[in-house]
């Protein structure tokens, strides 16, 4: 019997968007706090949808680890394995700059962050094996203590017959350098189920300048996954499969406010379209209306959309 229908395992922070936007951060005064961290915007916006969900996670013990806790609470996400710092470690902070629709940087405050502090000994077998799938964002696998928590979770995961989703979630801080993502990319990718990443993102993985697709999943079914999803932007979406089928997801229209939060609201709808037995054609159409959803708003977490949202957005543009 599962509990969960996903777990997610990694960040849970800060978002702080710029509310004047369109305009660099500099002449930027106020700004809008959101629970933000990809794995946790992904678990949020699961968790909208109607799954199950669950997180595993490090926060700090202040305002803002009570803010996270209680926000995701909030939304249904079990949080009994969001673990309270104890040692003084801080909530990761973005401020985003929205200089237009389509120029959008996030700047980030991650020194000694609490989510990277999570030790192995507070991942919990028993916690791991009610899900159906572990969602694994790339950033836990940063830095120590934190990697070998997400590793451990890797491995109770295989273990206990829960399916690995692996969402590469590159962000450039943090890490040393582009050797070491590759190597602790590739290990988790090889076990896993499902990889979910964009072009750039594969291509750390592989540690090539210009990777191509077919030369990916070429090198990835040899190994464990079964579902490998390539994410080119507004250019859409290609999900592969072991047996050799390749469907394409096209991006849909969107009064576009900023960039970010596409990829973690894409995740999000694309498993709950697969948990609910959709076809991989339909997840890729329910992953992109979301995102397109999410582009039209102001935060990433908040902004999740209902079933109804994005299948009425689908239905709207089915021509
Ligand atoms: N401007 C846009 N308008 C409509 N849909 C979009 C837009 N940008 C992205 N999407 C949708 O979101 C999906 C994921 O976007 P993208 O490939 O940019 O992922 P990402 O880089 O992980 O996102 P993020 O910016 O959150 O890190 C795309 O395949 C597309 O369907
Ligand atoms: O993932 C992060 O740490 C920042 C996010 O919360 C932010 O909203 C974003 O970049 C989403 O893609």
């Given at each position: 019997m599962t509990t969960y229908d996903l777990i997610a395992v990694g960040r849970a922070c800060i978002d702080l968007n710029a509310v004047e936007y369109n305009r660099p951060m500099e002449e930027t005064e106020t700004f809008s706090k959101y629970v933000g961290g990809s794995p946790a915007n992904i678990a949020i916006g699961a968790s909208k949808l109607g799954l199950s969900c669950g997180f595993i996670g490090k926060i700090p013990d202040d305002q803002h680890g009570r803010f996270i806790s209680n926000y995701m609470s909030e939304v249904g996400i079990d949080t009994s394995n969001l673990v309270v710092d104890t040692e003084g470690h801080k909530a990761g902070l973005a401020f985003t700059e929205i200089l237009s629709p389509s120029e959008c940087s996030i700047l980030m405050y991650r020194d000694d962050v609490a989510d990277l502090y999570l030790e192995p000994n507070e991942v919990s077998e028993g916690y791991i094996k009610q899900a159906k799938m572990l969602v694994v964002s790339g950033t836990g696998l940063a830095q120590s203590p934190s990697r070998e928590a997400v590793l451990k979770s890797v491995a109770l995961a295989r273990k206990n017959n829960v399916k690995v989703v692996f969402e590469l979630d590159y962000r450039p801080y943090t890490w040393k350098n582009a050797e070491e993502v590759s190597v602790y990319y590739s290990i988790v990718a090889e076990q896993s189920d499902v990889v979910i990443g964009t072009r750039d993102e594969f291509n750390m993985l592989e540690n090539v300048v210009e990777g191509n697709n077919d030369k990916t999943v070429a090198y990835l079914f040899q190994?464990?996954?079964?579902l490998i999803v390539i994410k080119h932007g507004v250019e859409g979406s290609y999900a592969y499969t072991k047996e050799g089928d390749t469907f394409r997801g096209k991006a849909y229209k969107s009064n576009v406010l900023?960039?970010?939060?596409a990829g973690d609201s894409y995740a999000a709808a694309f498993l709950y379209a697969l948990t609910k037995g959709k076809t991989i054609q339909e997840a890729l159409q329910y992953g992109s209306a979301s995102a397109a959803i999410v582009v039209s708003k102001h935060s990433s977490s908040e902004a999740m959309p209902t079933v109804e949202q994005i299948e009425a957005l689908m239905e709207e543009q089915s021509n």
């Open positions: 190994h464990e996954p079964e900023k960039t970010f939060g």
